[in-house]
């Protein structure tokens, strides 16, 4: 018989700062061994289950709960904050929030220097899991120093080494390369099975985490389960549409084709799939050649180093008017760098032509009033307490007039859907209502660029379909946008073209299809193929011309 370690019975907590509870009447067993996915949109809550697991709540935030949650038959609001670490290690999704020492092996070892470990057994175990998780040469390094893949091995090796029974995972994927976050699931699937432990993950990205199979699948929105049993029943049933959660984009692309996947036993994997009768038709050709309009901004020769290490190098870029842009490539190839660069955050070298003249001299002043930054977290940006103000402030800022701003931010909030939050303190907007508010702080400028970092990171199928709805609507207007991205599946579904970064250098330059279609591209930039290429193989038809038939139904 299962041994039940986490238990939750009829269980609802609400924060001291709201006046609505966050969860709702939980109730929800986790067994011994269980390998679990905690799915739901934005503010469903999920991560509120997730911090009273691990003792953020209440020993951080505090609130108001009633029923009862256990944690080995231990009433878990009894625990203190230490004692729940040593049955619940928690991997963040933000990993440079996590590190703690100046050195891999430094962080490694504070778990255990908390719990006054003899030194001869420290370093055995830091040995024993800088082996496991492959970081034997890593150890000198600083934490921060990593690429985003090996920054993650070291987050989970840091927990792992204190052995607690139970692991969260929060976000795992929300900042890795393709390539990194199924590396990561990998990890996370082998030291399951090798350790024993019980892993939650809480993650949006679906088919990602379905990449090795889970046991069970907890669908929460509104504080409330909505679904929680196998995940194959989950993927024959619509619940994943109606609570904003995208479905893995095989199934996207088999409805489209019109066949029923309710007839088929396994959902979870391409492979799995019987694919009998798929009626695939005549699909469109890929068109690879367009008339282009005049380069907008263009930049030639450029290097970036900081101290003697050159980031940017001898890189060449056209932006046309009007286009939308995906920059991609694995964690630490110069994809920011280049960034800054182009918004003149950075010293560089080389030359930035904007319609053909220099604009070397441009002041960063001058520079944001070409290019608009959006960075990838709102709060980052955001320095005023009303929206309003923050919108106002680049134009007060210059020596606007004050009617002048008024009608100007005014505009602008009509254009971002936030006209009717005009007068609201920003503190009280939704995480997707920060990024347009820093949108409408950029667009009030009138820049001809909008150049966005993660645009979509953390955000759930609405919110990601409502963001990219409207930079598209922007994109009509004439605003022409760039993107930075590890979002594969966003590529394809709102950029014309994308341009792949690999060591400070551009090694590709063309439609998003043809690049996805390309395996020592895939390999080089630490890409991975979508789903799509791996159903078209299964069919037997050109991946190619399965993707343009895809994204032709999906902007339709």
């Given at each position: 018989m299962k041994k039940a370690i986490i238990e939750f019975e009829k269980f609802s907590f609400k924060y001291h700062a709201q006046q609505e509870a966050t969860l709702h009447d939980i109730d929800l067993t986790i067994y011994q061994g269980e390998k679990v996915l905690i799915v739901g949109p934005s503010g469903s809550g999920k991560s509120t289950l997730g911090q009273c697991?691990?003792?953020i709540?209440?020993?951080?935030?505090?609130?108001?709960?009633?029923?009862a949650l256990r944690i080995y038959g231990k009433d878990a609001f009894d625990l203190s904050i230490y004692d729940k670490s040593l049955l619940v290690s928690t991997v963040l999704q933000d990993t440079d929030g996590q590190f703690i020492g100046l050195s891999v092996a430094e962080d490694l070892a504070f778990a255990l220097e908390n719990d006054v470990t003899?030194?001869?057994?420290m370093r055995d175990r830091i040995q024993l899991w800088a082996s496991r998780l492959e970081l034997h040469k890593l150890l000198s390094h600083r934490p921060q120093d990593l690429s985003g893949g090996q920054k993650q091995r070291v987050s989970i090796a840091g927990v792992l080494i204190d052995e607690s029974?139970?692991?969260l995972f929060d976000e795992p994927l929300a900042n890795l390369d393709p390539k990194s976050g199924q590396d990561t699931v990998d990890l996370i699937d082998r030291l399951h099975q090798e350790q024993g432990t019980t892993t939650i993950i809480i993650e949006h990205r679906l088919e990602d985490v379905l990449y090795r199979s889970v046991d069970r699948i907890i669908l929460v929105n509104d504080g409330r389960i909505v679904y929680n049993g196998d995940p194959d029943t989950l993927l024959r049933t619509s619940l994943l549409f109606e609570n904003g959660i995208r479905e893995p984009l095989y199934l996207t692309t088999l409805r489209q084709l019109g066949y029923d996947v309710t007839r088929e036993d396994s959902l979870t994997s391409v492979d799995n799939l019987s694919l009998t009768d798929v009626a695939v038709g005549n699909l469109p050709e890929m068109v690879l050649s367009q008339a282009q309009p005049a380069p907008l901004l263009e930049a030639k020769h450029l290097r970036v180093a900081y101290g003697k290490k050159e980031i940017l190098k001898d890189l060449t870029l056209t932006i046309r008017q009007g286009e939308r842009l995906a920059i991609i490539g694995k964690n630490g190839a110069g994809k920011s760098t280049l960034a800054k660069a182009l918004c003149q955050f950075v010293a560089v070298s080389g030359e930035v032509l904007w319609r053909g003249q220099s604009i070397?001299?441009?002041s960063i002043k001058e520079r944001a009033e070409r290019i608009g930054y959006v960075l990838q977290n709102p709060n980052q940006m955001i320095s005023q307490t009303m929206i309003f103000d923050e919108v106002a402030l680049g134009l007060r800022l210059r020596g606007v007039a004050e009617e002048e701003i008024t009608q100007r931010v005014g505009k602008v909030l009509q254009t971002c859907g936030l006209y009717a939050f005009r007068k609201w303190p920003i503190s009280a907007?939704?995480?997707?209502?920060?990024k347009r508010v820093t949108i409408a702080s950029i667009l009030v400028l009138n820049p001809e660029i909008i150049l966005l970092d993660e645009p979509t990171a953390g955000?759930?199928?609405?919110h990601y379909t409502e963001m990219m709805d409207f930079l598209d609507e922007l994109n009509q207007q004439g605003h022409t946008i760039i993107m930075i991205t590890h979002d594969m599946q966003l590529m394809l579904d709102y950029s014309d073209r994308a341009v792949v970064l690999v060591d400070g250098q551009i090694v590709a330059d063309a439609p998003p299809a043809s690049i996805l279609s390309n395996p020592e591209l895939i390999q080089l930039a630490n890409l991975k193929e979508t789903s799509i290429f791996h159903l078209a193989k299964r069919l037997g038809v050109d991946a190619l011309a399965l993707t343009q038939f895809y994204m032709e139904r999906e902007r339709g």
């Open positions: 697991l691990n003792g709540i209440p020993n951080i935030y505090k609130g108001t709960k009633t029923g003899p030194i001869n057994t029974p139970i692991l070397q001299g441009d907007l939704s995480f997707g209502q920060k955000q759930d199928e609405r």
